[in-house]
């Protein structure tokens, strides 16, 4: 289907194009790239930090940054590859569910810890995290298997009217959280879809020290990166250790087939949808933990979403963590690596050079890294 | 064009084609001016960004999301070419001062110039691929506007109604001008569109749309169809555009982002993606629907908002949902059944559903 | 269903003309009686200020109420609408609230909604500032029309568009942090600091507030950092700052639901956030609700609003009376409430001298200078600008810990008159703020040296040193 010439050098013309620039990057922020002169000044070469060589402590910081940051893109970006790549279901309601699950939870931990007027993290004990979690992803694994089996039981195939349905459902949402959410804030801050968040329990408030070149880091950022390892070790056993995921797995490969074989499959579409909404509820609660909540962020965590796993390629739980890597990867790394030449450029532009990356992945590989087929 | 030769639906529907061809020509002497000037005008060219996402979708099967981003290019291009007073200073934007007619022809040739590129990049993705690497473009041009402050910035660029061709002539003074303009242009894309449906490149893509294999086996190239039918739908667009920040004055980061650009989808849907009419039917509606909803109250379940707490957008999302549910192919959609209903069968010119990339697959038999 | 049975074509357009007949007698709208004002307030129910719809249209209308015998229907819900209001015999009807949600394009259906649908004379607002730049350009292609900024902070409006028809009674957001540069000079001993921004004009306008005071007494701003709007992760944005053992501290105008994140990740990357080194704008006194990240920043020297909450004025508590008599539950020493009332007032004394009079005589007529409750300076007065600005007293804050456990903002400093052109820093000719504007020169500010310690609400006679 390539509309390049036939003739085999040329042919493979773009494929070499691609290589030579990813090596120049990788070898840009690895030696290339200098720290800002102390007398001031800058040239191509410039970037916050130096390269690895000059800096190796800022490097492994921005790694970690980066992984851990994938951890959490993949927690909800999972749950809408589950659903995408079973169903073929782009379900743009993904980031309402998370809002709502942000939300839901943040009421469950203000009212645990009491109505005073702070909460440092040393207040919150392990209980007091979990719990709204363990509220949260329910509800919103409700409110996820109700709009599944209201809308899109009985119109299964026709993905641009699903597409549409679930648009019009995130709007709908959104709109309800903004007149009903933040509820236990006083004041002007109640209702709004005002910004609020949650607290880590207290002991996760501690640097861990990786005795190399002075680098300690958040040990909330390495919980958030635990919490998305287990997420994906507990999906690869769920597919592809159980009946269950087996059944999923087969479905992701050919639905008419497995209904064929007397497989239940609109049981295992609801369960999928349900473990998806519930991963996109977990999401919010690390996240909200990490930052905070408001709504406009709906929006953008579905864009998160939709980037990884077209990035990735839809229907493995490999794709949504290649997509999570590569997507956090590029998005770190450009806002600390990406040359300085002053306060107008360029670290500030690190979304847009981001996503026309994403553009030019989707234009070499439509289906993504591991994705199977167009 | 020989009317004995028309079908009882086909008599119909030109009929009242006509009448409200005619009721718009003389709107502005006997009806509202704000309806004229705020609901009919945006109906237009609205109308005009919908019929390029509608041509997409009904003749090159492709639904794009990445119309509301060429539209806003268009208008960018325009506001830095036309305006006047040096970079910074007055208002963002390079503010080129060109000769506003040329600054037009430069804004239209370079949008559809970039609409090409884009199509250059998306032609080999089909379906839900598509749709998602156009939301992508959609995104990079909300970034793209905001940030890059030499060219726009978050305010945006304003003042761009004050410096129209002189053709045209003051259209702050003479506001009839941009209508009639508007309405001119809106009835020349629409014959444009039916024109260019039925040349070679016209049918060549409708086969290209129900079934791209044979085609290509044919010795079509499909990526290439789909290229060009992008950059006309950009070229659609970026009248669109210019339209818009004739009427508006101001254009800014906000009119690319998210939000708007699922307001345009929902114009086309409420429409109907299947046929070009759809587009102003769909863009009247919506217009229609926000700017009267605001004021309206559900007795009983308002709660202090319009429903359940909430503002209009979730009776913009209800009528949304509900259109879809119902009738997928939107209001023109419920039209063709009412014809149809009898006879059983679909109306002719709904794509052919095969192949997992066709929009709108199957399930029209079972809808009430 | 039934099957639609015409015989001919004509049938169906005399049916088209009908129902368009029909239509067109629908939609005219009735002349407008010309003797009342039509009055339309703007301000935002969606998005990031939401929460300032009722503010703003309670402070409104709560001016109205005081000065032009206006009665609210509802005392506990402004919006609910106000009668009776009538200046010297001329009534005013408020024709409608517009909503808008910070963005440009509903800023622009909103406000042809109000002043062509409505057919509004006036418009009181709007609330944000890139909505204040297209109502600044609509204004210069109505000049008919009277428009009354609500509390936009954009610089653009009156500095460089500047219509005749444009007036805003508070200062811009740059005006807001005047003085918070030279308190962290002098009270924080600093000398070197970052500054971190939106990337966006209100990050950049407030920002240049603080860099203008803080490099015009001899400061240094080393390095400006700008995460982009709806930045997800703030991590690598705050990693380039410099660490805080190389630094003497920062200056933070990251705003709306950034301001949490953004101290969030600092914790993250460099341990526990020291108040002592942070400055930031009207942001951080907005995160009083944030149970998590308010208590971190007690302390902390904060930009002003304009307002100036529990100064303990005559005229100060004469404005807030009047207030609470009509809304007793309206936080009167908001912003939104303060900014909207004092412009509800000015149209008001406008429209008694003009003796009910629209258009050119009522922009002549609009007060140059009025007494709004947290004025100190010059007797209580504030003056308007050659560019109808407001040249308006700030009151830096500092975050504390009331007495109720609650995190509230207290009045620390007072700094006089403080002019939209930081004494010739910002000119119409001169670049708006930006990422390079204004560079760090040593400038001096007219106010430098005489902003005065505030304790408790009472303004002293101790300059800040």
New interface residues.
């Given amino acids: 289907?390539?509309?390049l010439a036939s003739s085999r050098p040329i042919r493979y013309l773009p494929r070499i194009v691609l290589a030579a620039t990813v090596a120049f990057a990788l070898l840009y922020v690895l030696v290339i790239s200098s720290p800002p002169p102390v007398e001031g000044g800058s040239n191509w070469r410039t970037t916050?930090f130096g390269s690895a060589i000059d800096d190796p402590g800022?490097f492994v910081?921005?790694l970690l940054?980066s992984i851990t940051?994938a951890g959490a893109l993949f927690i909800v970006a999972s749950g809408f590859a589950l659903i995408f790549g079973l169903m073929?279901v782009?379900n743009m309601a993904h980031g309402a569910f998370y809002l709502l699950g942000g939300y839901i939870a943040y009421e469950i931990q203000?009212t645990m810890t009491g109505q005073?007027?702070?909460?440092?993290?040393t207040e919150v004990n392990t209980w007091e995290w979990l719990i709204p979690l363990a509220v949260a992803a329910p509800c919103i694994a409700i409110v996820g298997l109700a709009v599944q089996q209201s809308?899109l039981r009985?119109?299964q195939?026709?993905?641009?009217?699903q597409?549409?349905?679930t648009?019009?459902?995130s709007?709908?949402v959104?709109?309800?959280i903004?007149?009903?959410f933040p509820r236990t804030?006083?004041?002007?801050?109640?209702?709004?879809?005002?910004?609020?968040?949650?607290?880590w329990p207290g002991w996760t408030?501690r640097?861990v020290d990786f005795h190399f070149s002075g680098v300690t880091y958040?040990l909330?950022?390495l919980v958030m990166l635990a919490i998305g390892v287990a997420v994906g070790v507990g999906l690869w056993l769920w597919l592809y250790r159980t009946k269950t995921g087996m059944v999923i797995r087969a479905g992701v490969d050919d639905q008419t087939m497995t209904s064929a074989l007397g497989i239940n499959i609109q049981k295992t579409f609801a369960i999928a949808f349900v473990i998806g909404s519930a991963l996109a509820a977990l999401g919010a609660v690390v996240?909200t933990s990490?930052?905070?909540i408001?709504?406009?962020?709906d929006?953008?965590?579905l864009?998160?979403s939709?980037?990884v796993v077209?990035v990735g390629g839809m229907g493995s739980i490999f794709g949504a963590a290649a997509g999570a890597v590569l997507y956090a990867f590029v998005?770190?790394f450009s806002?600390?690596y990406l040359p300085t030449t002053?306060?107008?450029c360029c670290?500030?532009?690190?979304?847009?050079f981001t996503?026309?990356l994403?553009?030019?992945v989707?234009?070499f590989r439509?289906?993504g890294l591991f994705g199977r087929g167009? | 064009m020989n009317p004995a030769a028309w079908t009882r639906r086909q008599q119909l529907e030109r009929a009242i084609a006509f009448g409200a061809l005619v009721l718009v020509v003389v709107w502005p002497a006997v009806g509202s001016s704000y309806w004229a000037h705020t609901i009919l005008v945006q109906t237009f060219f609205y109308g005009i960004a919908a019929s390029s996402l509608i041509f997409l979708s009904a003749y090159g099967g492709m639904v794009s999301l990445a119309q509301t981003a060429l539209f806003g290019i268009a208008g960018v291009i325009i506001g830095n070419l036309a305006t006047k007073g040096g970079p910074g200073g007055v208002s963002k934007g390079l503010h080129l001062g060109w000769d506003p007619t040329l600054a037009l022809v430069v804004a239209i040739l370079m949008t559809t110039a970039i609409g090409l590129l884009f199509g250059l990049v998306a032609a080999r993705s089909a379906g839900i691929y598509f749709l998602m690497i156009t939301l992508t473009f959609s995104v990079i041009a909300t970034y793209a506007l905001g940030q890059v402050t030499n060219i726009s910035g978050f305010s945006g660029i304003g003042g761009i109604n004050e410096y129209t061709p002189g053709w045209i002539g003051d259209i702050l003074e003479h506001p009839n001008r941009l209508y009639y303009l508007a309405l001119g242009v809106a009835v020349a894309v629409y014959a444009l569109i039916r024109y260019v449906i039925r040349t070679p490149f016209g049918l060549t893509l409708q086969g290209v749309r129900d079934d791209p294999i044979r085609m290509s086996s044919l010795g079509y190239s499909v990526p290439l169809h789909r290229t060009l039918a992008f950059g006309f739908a950009a070229f659609l667009a970026s009248l669109a555009g210019i339209l818009y920040v004739w009427w508006s004055g101001q254009i800014a980061p906000g009119n690319v982002d998210l939000p708007e650009t699922i307001n345009l989808l929902a114009m086309a849907v409420i429409g109907g993606l299947v046929r070009i009419e759809g587009a102003w039917v769909g863009a009247f509606a919506f217009i229609i629907i926000q700017n009267y909803v605001r004021d309206f109250h559900v007795p009983g379940l308002s709660f202090g908002g319009t429903l359940f707490g909430g503002s209009f957008n979730t009776i913009i999302g209800i009528i949304f949902l509900v259109i879809v549910l119902v009738s997928p192919d939107g209001l023109m959609g419920l039209w063709g059944r009412i014809f149809d209903s009898r006879r059983g069968s679909r109306w002719r010119r709904t794509p052919t559903q095969r192949g997992p990339s066709a929009p709108g697959r199957g399930g029209e038999t079972t809808a009430a | 269903m039934r099957r639609l049975n015409l015989r001919s074509w004509k049938t169906g357009v005399i049916l088209a003309a009908a129902v368009a007949g029909l239509t067109v007698a629908a939609t005219t709208s009735f002349a407008a009686s010309t003797k009342p004002v039509r009055v339309a307030i703007m301000t935002d129910c969606k998005g990031g200020f939401g929460f300032g719809y009722e503010l703003d249209i309670g402070g409104a209308q709560a001016a109205f109420a005081q000065y032009a015998k206006g009665k609210a229907k509802n005392k506990a819900k402004p919006s609910a609408g106000m009668t009776g209001i009538n200046v010297n015999g001329t009534p005013i009807q408020i024709v409608g609230y517009g909503c808008g949600n910070d963005t440009v394009p509903l800023a622009v259906t909103e406000t042809k909604r109000l002043m062509e649908k409505l057919k509004a004379d006036v418009m009181i607002g709007p609330l944000s500032g890139d909505e204040a730049v297209y109502v600044a350009n609509y204004a210069k292609s109505h000049p008919t029309k009277t428009f009354i900024i609500g509390t936009a902070g954009s610089q653009d409006p009156t500095l460089q568009l500047a219509g005749k028809n444009l007036f805003r009674y508070h200062g811009d957001g740059a005006q807001w942090n005047a003085g918070i540069g030279e308190i962290a000079y002098k009270k924080l001993g600093w000398r070197k600091a970052a500054i971190i921004m939106d990337d966006y004009s209100f990050g950049w306008t407030s920002g240049a507030g603080m860099i203008a005071d803080f490099c015009g007494i001899g400061g240094q701003i080393t390095k400006r950092i700008f995460p982009p709007l709806n930045t997800t992760d703030y991590a690598p944005f705050v990693r380039q700052l410099p660490p805080p053992n190389q630094i003497d501290g920062y200056f933070s105008a990251v705003g709306g639901t950034g301001t949490a994140a953004m101290l969030k990740a600092y914790e993250q990357a460099y341990g526990k956030l020291d108040p002592k080194k942070f400055v930031g704008n009207l942001f951080f006194a907005f995160l009083g609700a944030d149970k998590v990240v308010a208590p971190k920043v007690v302390g902390a020297y904060v930009g002003g609003f304009g307002t100036a909450g529990g100064l303990k004025t005559k005229q100060a508590a004469a404005y807030r009376a009047m207030v609470l008599k009509t809304y007793p539950k309206l936080p009167t020493d908001d912003g939104f409430v303060y900014n909207y009332y004092n412009a509800g007032w000015a149209l008001v004394q406008g429209l008694q001298k003009s003796g009910g009079q629209l258009g050119a005589k009522l922009n002549a007529a609009l007060p140059r200078s009025i007494r709004p409750g947290f004025q100190v300076s010059n007797g209580g007065v504030l003056h308007l600008d050659a560019n109808r600005q407001a040249i308006q007293d700030q009151y830096p804050l500092q975050i504390v810990k009331n007495k109720d456990g609650s995190i509230g903002a207290a009045v620390v400093g007072f700094v006089p008159n403080v002019g939209q052109d930081f004494g010739g820093l910002f000119k119409k000719s001169s670049p708006p703020p930006g990422r390079t504007q204004p560079p760090c020169k040593k400038v001096k500010t007219p106010w430098q040296g005489k902003i005065k310690v505030v304790k408790n609400g009472v303004i002293t006679n101790q300059v800040i040193k």
């Fill in positions: 289907m390539s509309s916050n800022s910081r921005v940054d940051f073929r782009v203000q005073g007027f702070s909460l440092s993290g809308f009985w119109n195939g026709q993905e641009l009217r597409a549409l349905i648009i019009a459902i709007v709908i959104a709109d309800q903004i007149a009903h804030t006083s004041g002007a801050q109640r209702f709004g879809g005002n910004a609020v968040d949650l607290a408030e640097f958040s909330a950022r996240w990490q930052s905070n408001a709504s406009g962020q929006g953008q965590w864009l998160n939709l980037v077209i998005l770190n806002a600390s002053g306060s107008n670290t500030q532009y690190s979304p847009i996503f026309v994403i553009a030019l989707l234009s439509p289906q167009g």
